[in-house]
């Protein structure tokens, strides 16, 4: 009989260290500890987390839509084309040229505690209300973040990848971690007609 106890014991415990694992694999955990080291002013935890230099370049992408969205390019004359496409280009070209001395100011800017939850008019709703939800397409996912943009609901998508987090070598390859690599460019545009809405 005692056997029988112990042998039950032992499956609850290696199915909550399952369940444990298998959280603790996801963009949803990477995300928390993405907030937490923002929190903390943690650098470290917040590097393991996320690739700095592609979030600048995500958000000179995601101000240069804002902008677009706000001069009325989504229209569909020749002028709105034109107009578009240059904010595009210029965007990437300024997102490439920005990412080096971004993530220095990053770098300072999560240190010193300066960094906020919001993206121009976008403001991250607080705690647990933030997380959407998740479509995970083998190593990519794009978890929503909701929010609002002038008092309306919106949500913005970011797009993590799963790396190896080489805890027992590089050659083993578990486990694997998320990390934020950017933001869904279907979520910027909505994110930026929802902010245009008045």
């Known amino acids: 009989m005692k056997l029988v106890k112990k042998l039950v014991v032992l499956a609850?415990?290696?199915?909550?260290?399952?369940?444990?694992?298998?959280?603790?694999?996801?963009?949803?955990?990477?995300?928390?500890?993405?907030d937490r080291g923002l929190d903390d002013k943690d650098l470290g935890r917040v590097e393991r987390y996320a690739d700095l230099e592609a979030l600048v370049k995500a958000s000179v992408e995601v101000t240069g839509a804002l902008a677009a969205e706000q001069v009325g390019v989504g229209g569909t004359d020749l002028g709105s084309a034109l107009l578009g496409a240059l904010i595009g280009v210029v965007s990437a070209q300024v997102g490439d040229a920005a990412a080096p001395t971004g993530v220095a100011e990053l770098r300072r800017a999560v240190l010193e505690g300066r960094v906020t939850r919001a993206l121009g008019p976008f403001t991250v709703n607080p705690g647990w209300r933030a997380l959407g939800g998740m479509a995970r397409t083998g190593d990519r996912a794009v978890v929503d973040l909701e929010g609002t943009c002038k008092g309306a609901a919106a949500r913005l998508g970011l797009v993590f990848e799963r790396r190896d987090a080489a805890m027992f070598g590089a050659d083993v390859g578990w486990p694997s971690k998320w990390v934020l690599v950017g933001v869904d460019g279907a979520s910027i545009k909505a994110l930026a007609k929802a902010c245009r809405a008045d």
Do not use: C, K, N, S
């Open 12 to 34: 609850v415990l290696a199915l909550v260290a399952l369940g444990a694992q298998a959280a603790w694999q996801t963009p949803y955990f990477a995300l928390w500890q993405i």
